[in-house]
């Protein structure tokens, strides 16, 4: 095998400090597990802003272009917010997106049982919680056209376009079902059939798709209704898929049900298994450089990574297990530590991953 080649994209906020300890990880499998790779670093976001005046240089998407794996870690804050609509740090996360054509977002839910009072639900509701929601990344709402605001009747109108063919659904459902396959072969798609023509076209696209297979059983609930199933019986759901807004929306619920997304990594990958790897959680520029933010989701979304892009399941399986040992220790960042339990900073709980991972 050829020695595989990663772009990391440390970003804004929070992002240099959990992008350098998912770097730690990565030296440690270079070091000691037989781990073939070699890693540049790029700028995207309000760093690359105010290095290069665009959030998304055109040096970065080469070097993304060539890569066989992406690691970012956020981008954004709020010194950002009065700059051009074009220019700010979401416009690069956005075109990196489509630039690479990565169409599928894969965000687990899973709640590991060592952080089970965190949740804001019952034990008993979320317990051994493990939930997978397949989003559309590259269509939809975000990015149809027509979009923008103009005058009218002497006030301004804000739209935006709802569009998807049925290429891009077939994809995405296919994807959905692959997913269910390896799992426990239930997928539930989320639209808004009864209401917006684009979920008409969504259902009965995911319908035909399905006939390919047989062995996954598939279902189907509304945004609203799935919203408020996830806060009620999420155990229910193994697999959703469903689209771009829906998906953005229902991840971070799903998100909040383990209890801190500072757990909970991603991945979005293209039709050549290329992947950009992130954790969900955002800049957080209220706590950056203060070593408090959590790296596990920076350090799992490197197993996913492993595990999707690179193809090497044992070490992602390694990466994992070294983080489900420090959390059995006892070793917590401030966001996942109950009343009167020892806190640790990101650097110490990178560190403490790396000496798991031996």
């Given at each position: 095998?050829?020695?595989a080649k990663?772009?990391?994209?440390?970003?804004?906020?929070?992002g240099?400090?959990?992008?350098?300890?998912a770097?730690?990880?990565l030296?440690?499998?270079?070091?000691?597990?037989?781990?073939d790779?070699?890693w540049?670093?790029g700028?995207?976001?309000?760093?690359?802003?105010?290095?290069t005046?665009?959030?998304?240089?055109?040096?970065t998407?080469?070097?993304?272009?060539?890569?066989?794996?992406?690691?970012?870690?956020?981008?954004?804050?709020?010194?950002?917010?009065?700059?051009?609509?074009?220019?700010?740090?979401e416009?690069?996360?956005?075109?990196?997106?489509?630039a690479?054509?990565?169409y599928?977002?894969?965000r687990?839910a899973?709640?590991?049982?060592?952080?089970?009072?965190?949740?804001?639900?019952?034990?008993?509701?979320v317990?051994?919680?493990?939930?997978?929601i397949v989003?559309?990344?590259?269509?939809?709402?975000?990015?149809?056209e027509p979009?923008?605001?103009r005058?009218?009747?002497?006030?301004?109108?804000?739209?935006?376009?709802?569009?998807?063919s049925?290429?891009?659904?077939?994809?995405?459902?296919?994807?959905?079902?692959?997913?269910?396959?390896?799992?426990?072969?239930?997928?539930?798609?989320?639209?808004?059939?009864?209401?917006?023509?684009?979920?008409?076209?969504?259902?009965?696209?995911?319908?035909?798709?399905?006939?390919?297979?047989?062995?996954?059983?598939?279902?189907h609930?509304?945004?609203?209704?799935?919203a408020?199933q996830?806060?009620?019986?999420?155990?229910?759901?193994?697999?959703?898929?469903?689209?771009?807004?829906?998906?953005?929306?229902l991840?971070?619920?799903?998100?909040?049900?383990?209890?801190?997304i500072?757990?909970?990594?991603?991945?979005?990958?293209?039709?050549?298994?290329?992947?950009?790897y992130?954790?969900?959680?955002?800049?957080?520029?209220?706590i950056?450089?203060?070593?408090?933010?959590?790296?596990?989701?920076m350090i799992?979304?490197?197993?996913?990574?492993?595990?999707?892009?690179?193809?090497r399941?044992d070490?992602?399986?390694?990466v994992?297990?070294a983080?489900r040992?420090?959390?059995?220790?006892?070793?917590?960042?401030?966001?996942?530590?109950?009343?009167?339990?020892?806190?640790?900073?990101t650097?110490?709980?990178?560190?403490?991953?790396?000496?798991?991972l031996?």
């Amino acid at each position: 095998m050829s020695t595989a080649k990663i772009l990391i994209l440390p970003g804004d906020g929070i992002g240099p400090e959990v992008s350098a300890e998912a770097e730690k990880v990565l030296q440690a499998l270079r070091a000691d597990h037989g781990f073939d790779a070699e890693w540049t670093h790029g700028l995207i976001g309000g760093a690359a802003f105010d290095a290069t005046g665009e959030p998304l240089p055109a040096a970065t998407l080469e070097v993304a272009r060539t890569s066989d794996a992406v690691l970012l870690a956020a981008v954004g804050g709020p010194k950002y917010d009065l700059a051009p609509r074009d220019k700010r740090p979401e416009r690069g996360l956005l075109g990196i997106r489509a630039a690479l054509g990565l169409y599928a977002n894969l965000r687990p839910a899973i709640l590991f049982p060592e952080l089970a009072a965190a949740s804001s639900l019952k034990p008993e509701l979320v317990s051994d919680l493990d939930i997978l929601i397949v989003r559309e990344l590259t269509g939809g709402i975000y990015f149809g056209e027509p979009r923008g605001i103009r005058e009218e009747g002497g006030q301004r109108i804000g739209f935006n376009t709802e569009v998807y063919s049925e290429r891009e659904i077939e994809r995405i459902a296919r994807t959905g079902f692959e997913a269910a396959r390896l799992r426990s072969k239930r997928l539930c798609s989320i639209d808004k059939h009864n209401v917006l023509e684009s979920s008409e076209l969504w259902r009965e696209t995911v319908i035909r798709v399905g006939q390919e297979f047989a062995d996954v059983q598939l279902s189907h609930q509304y945004v609203d209704n799935a919203a408020m199933q996830l806060v009620r019986a999420p155990k229910q759901f193994d697999v959703i898929v469903t689209s771009n807004l829906f998906g953005d929306i229902l991840s971070d619920i799903a998100a909040q049900l383990t209890g801190s997304i500072g757990m909970l990594p991603s991945a979005s990958l293209n039709e050549r298994g290329q992947g950009m790897y992130e954790p969900i959680h955002g800049s957080a520029p209220d706590i950056a450089g203060k070593n408090l933010a959590n790296p596990l989701a920076m350090i799992l979304s490197v197993a996913m990574l492993l595990r999707y892009s690179l193809k090497r399941s044992d070490l992602a399986d390694r990466v994992s297990a070294a983080v489900r040992r420090v959390l059995a220790s006892g070793l917590r960042t401030a966001d996942i530590a109950r009343a009167g339990e020892a806190k640790i900073g990101t650097r110490e709980m990178g560190d403490a991953v790396v000496v798991a991972l031996a």
